[in-house]
């Protein structure tokens, strides 16, 4: 079983910045893609950031030039360095995993949401 746990949400305002972190933990060979995504209320969850093991990384457009990426592999952590910010960014954001629990087997996998709220 694998567990992803994220750390790192809070309160700042606006102009501000925050790391999110999320560990992955449990049984597995390796993990492939990282995402992070976020969902505001009364809106659709939506993918914010993608870093695969190969240290390959995409943003979506509203978070392009402020959001951060990042991973370390040998702690099966991934990052997002967030900067600017701005009310429209509070959300909660959520890390997602494509890990490989056999030799032919990757499983998807998603963490339990931290809050993020962006005061004006």
């Known amino acids: 079983q694998v567990q992803l746990v994220e750390s790192g949400g809070g309160l700042v305002q606006a102009g501000g910045s925050l790391r999110l972190s999320c560990a992955a933990s449990?049984?597995?060979?390796?993990?492939?893609?990282m995402r992070w995504y976020r969902e505001a209320p009364g809106k659709q969850r939506e993918l914010v950031a993608i870093?695969?093991?190969?240290?390959?990384?995409n943003y979506a457009d509203s978070v392009k030039g402020r959001f951060t990426i990042s991973r370390d592999n040998a702690k099966n952590t991934v990052y997002l360095q967030m900067n600017s910010l701005q009310p429209e960014d509070t959300a909660v954001y959520y890390c997602?995993?494509?890990?490989?629990?056999?030799?032919?087997?990757?499983?998807?996998?998603w963490g339990q949401g931290t809050q993020v709220t962006v005061s004006s």
């Open positions: 449990g049984s597995f060979f390796s993990i492939n893609v």
């Open positions: 870093a695969t093991s190969g240290g390959s990384t």
């Open positions: 997602n995993a494509d890990v490989r629990v056999g030799w032919y087997q990757t499983k998807e996998n």
